[in-house]
């Protein structure tokens, strides 16, 4: 491997993958993953432009108590992705339930069990760190390039001062390695704190199942999307009836807006102590903009104020600040962590299209939001045509390539709709050929023939033939929140006091400082053979594993890893 070269994984969200991150990181190779729900064309669509040396893949894994057996699979990724010249294989599976390997893949298992000296490249600020993807809104996802010193930067101060987390910590993030999110859990490692990870269904054994993993690993902080909590608490559970959350301190939730009687539930079926905070960023900075923080009072529905040196602002059409009322989110000054350019975008083209075509020269994210008057933000929903369900942000052109693929499709639109409580409406719109429509329902059509090529699990809420597109989103998605509506600006309520009873939840925030940290990964879900070396089994008959070492210790400064 050599400085800039590309490594790529399909991988859930193991340790391994973790561990290949930051051996990538530290040769000043560039690193991306995505997710093992991914096919060949969803993987082609962002692997084969960034044409990457290594690739790394799963040799299989369980979901919902089923085994997926990867090793099918990879001659047809190999196929998309001719630049692969090394195959790396993560051997988690007992042999007998997948494939054969093919005869030039390496085992994880293999390479990590060798002993070899490290080698860490001495890079400057602004070297490549990894590539994410855009939505894919408009065409195949754009691939976004961040740096080594804007993320490391952007790392310390978001997860060691905004979320206050320390070599004390146990951090768990319920996330799929194709989120940024993810990439934010790797990066807990520079606090010190060790993080959980996680490689099952998100609902095995019941919609509880996040709760579970924090009330075992006693987890202090927990982030996930704002659609896990309301899944749970729209499921009736009440958590802690059952389990135990004394060491938990803090939650996140980012990805979409929260609805208020989730905020109300956390308080009432977790903890009343807790630290709820919301936060909202995106892949394009690997971070938020505005979010939580130790020190301010936490509000029901209301986003505290811009991270430290975010200059955060709602505006409208016109380029002027308003407060009070829904405006464009924008960030009127550079940040860190913002890319230092898209991959194939020589001139910087696309780069401009996407964030300063409305406001040159200011960075407008394509979000609605409402900023209060005392500084607070209310986020409403995306402004621009990224479809955001469940915190899960995709292009319309991740289902619709898909779709018009079909024989007998003409045409076909996807629309987003975020509606009151949380709910989310996404119709798909099909135009059938003529030949076809009389035959064949483009409902049936998409349904039967779109599963294997698309890159994720991104069902439309509805399948309609129409003759043309006539569909527009309710009024209510573009509501604000007034301030002077029956909707009081309340703190969040805790158990056994009026809502209005003010509560403030602080905590000291952790010292920029390069401490060990550790890995932890909890399977319920996933059978792991102990007869090939699978660390030791805890008190709840799970097994729960930490990487050898401190990893973050012996990476040097400049570095993320």
């Not at 859930?12 to 973790?18: G, K, R, Y």
């Not at 996680?198 to 924090?214: A, M, R």
Request: aromatic share 8%; with cysteine.
């Amino acid at each position: 491997m050599e400085r800039g070269d590309r490594v790529a994984g399909v991988l859930p969200n193991i340790p391994e993958t973790v561990a290949a991150m930051l051996a990538t990181a530290s040769v000043g190779a560039v690193w991306s993953v995505v997710n093992t729900d991914f096919g060949p064309s969803g993987v082609a669509d962002r692997f084969a432009q960034i044409e990457p040396k290594v690739l790394f893949v799963g040799d299989g894994y369980e979901f919902g108590g089923t085994v997926r057996d990867m090793t099918v699979s990879y001659q047809d990724l190999r196929d998309v992705l001719p630049s692969v010249e090394q195959l790396i294989v993560v051997d988690q599976m007992p042999r007998e339930s997948v494939g054969e390997l093919p005869g030039d893949a390496l085992r994880f298992s293999e390479i990590a069990s060798e002993q070899a000296e490290p080698r860490y490249e001495q890079l400057p600020v602004e070297h490549p760190l990894w590539i994410l993807y855009s939505s894919g809104t408009t065409g195949k996802p754009k691939g976004i390039v961040h740096s080594h010193g804007g993320v490391t930067l952007e790392f310390y101060k978001a997860l060691g001062l905004h979320s206050g987390l320390g070599p004390r910590d146990v951090a768990y993030y319920a996330v799929a390695t194709t989120w940024m999110v993810w990439n934010m859990l790797a990066g807990i490692l520079l606090t010190g704190a060790q993080i959980i990870t996680y490689d099952g269904s998100p609902t095995f054994g019941g919609p509880q199942k996040s709760f579970e993993l924090v009330a075992r690993n006693r987890a202090t902080f927990f982030g996930a999307g704002a659609g896990v909590l309301s899944m749970v608490q729209r499921a009736g559970v009440v958590p802690n009836v059952s389990m135990d959350f004394s060491s938990l301190k803090s939650i996140l939730v980012t990805g979409s807006p929260l609805p208020d009687a989730t905020w109300d539930w956390v308080y009432e079926a977790v903890s009343g102590t807790v630290r709820l905070g919301s936060d909202s960023g995106g892949t394009d900075v690997t971070s938020a903009f505005i979010g939580t923080n130790p020190y301010q009072p936490v509000y029901r529905g209301e986003i505290m104020g811009p991270y430290l040196g975010v200059d955060a602002q709602s505006w409208n059409s016109r380029g002027e600040r308003v407060w009070d009322e829904v405006g464009e989110l924008v960030i009127t000054r550079p940040m860190p962590s913002m890319p230092v350019f898209f991959w194939n975008d020589p001139q910087g083209e696309r780069y401009q299209a996407a964030y300063f075509d409305m406001f040159p020269g200011v960075w407008r994210q394509g979000d609605w939001v409402t900023q209060l008057h005392e500084g607070p933000f209310v986020v409403h929903g995306r402004s621009d045509s990224t479809i955001n369900r469940g915190g899960i942000r995709m292009g319309s052109a991740d289902l619709t390539h898909v779709v018009d693929r079909v024989d007998g499709v003409a045409a076909s639109m996807v629309i987003g709709a975020e509606l009151a409580g949380g709910d989310y409406y996404m119709p798909l719109f099909v135009v059938p050929s003529p030949a076809r429509a009389s035959r064949e329902s483009s409902s049936g059509a998409s349904s039967t023939r779109s599963a294997p090529r698309s890159p994720r699990a991104t069902s439309p809420t509805r399948s309609s033939r129409l003759p043309r597109f006539h569909a527009h989103a309710p009024a209510s998605c573009w509501r604000s929140r007034s301030r002077s509506s029956s909707r009081a600006r309340t703190r969040a309520p805790s158990t056994g006091r009026p809502p209005k009873t003010p509560r403030c939840w602080t905590g000291t925030p952790v010292p920029p400082a390069r401490m060990p940290g550790g890995v932890s990964t909890d399977n319920h879900d996933v059978t792991r053979d102990p007869g090939r070396g699978a660390p030791g089994d805890d008190a709840a008959g799970r097994w729960a594993r930490r990487l050898p070492g401190s990893l973050a210790d012996r990476v040097p400064s400049q570095s993320m890893a």
